[in-house]
């Protein structure tokens, strides 16, 4: 079995993959572009980025921010342009994306396509992706048994397979999950409370002032990331 940092990730949503997937695959292509500017010794800098989302992406993914994922990381480095597909499904995903850069002259820089296939992971149409199996063990019965001849328990039995940075890891992913619940209820009682103002009639104190502006303070965006 992998790690359960594959099941455990922090990231943008909402979606792992209409979002986060896109998000790091656009993380990955500036890199790529900048190792070919670096490697090809080619003058000048990135003029533009183009991005072709298809099939599932394109046909949802303004509902799931996936241009926004997109922009968020391409847009500081050059403009971005995002062309939808929804009508055409590549053959290996329907996730699928494909990214362009164009240099100072209008050259192409790099091509590369990709998929978002669940879960934040990106795969690429015959390059095998490989990830660890970090546990010998894959049904409940075999770690019951192992549990029970070796007098441990279950989070010993991680530990042995993970390493003790796994707990750090975990910690880090509870925070999140904490930080982006207290974020979501925090946003909720503020449109209750907007809608309740709403329903009121005008009123003669300034209490009702306050109380708008603290609503509009606790609905002012919020970086919440996804576990």
Known sequence: MESIREIYKIGHGPSSSHTMGPRFAAERFIKRVRDVIKFTHRSGGIKQFEVTLYGSLAATGRGHLTDVALTDILKPVAPTRIVWRPDKFLPFHPNGMNFKAYGDHDNLIDDWTVYSVGGGDLAEEGKPSYKPQLYKMSTIDEILHWCESTGKTYWEYV?????????????????????????????????????????????????????????????????????
């Open 159 to 227: 530990d042995e397979c993970e390493g003790a940075g796994i707990w750090d890891y975990l910690a880090t992913v509870w925070q999140a999950m904490v930080a982006t619940s207290s974020a979501a209820s925090t946003r909720r009682a503020c449109c209750q409370a907007r809608w309740a103002c709403a329903a009121r009639p005008p009123a003669t104190t300034s209490t009702p002032r306050a109380t708008t502006r603290a609503c509009a303070a606790a609905a002012s965006p919020m970086p919440t990331p996804w576990p």
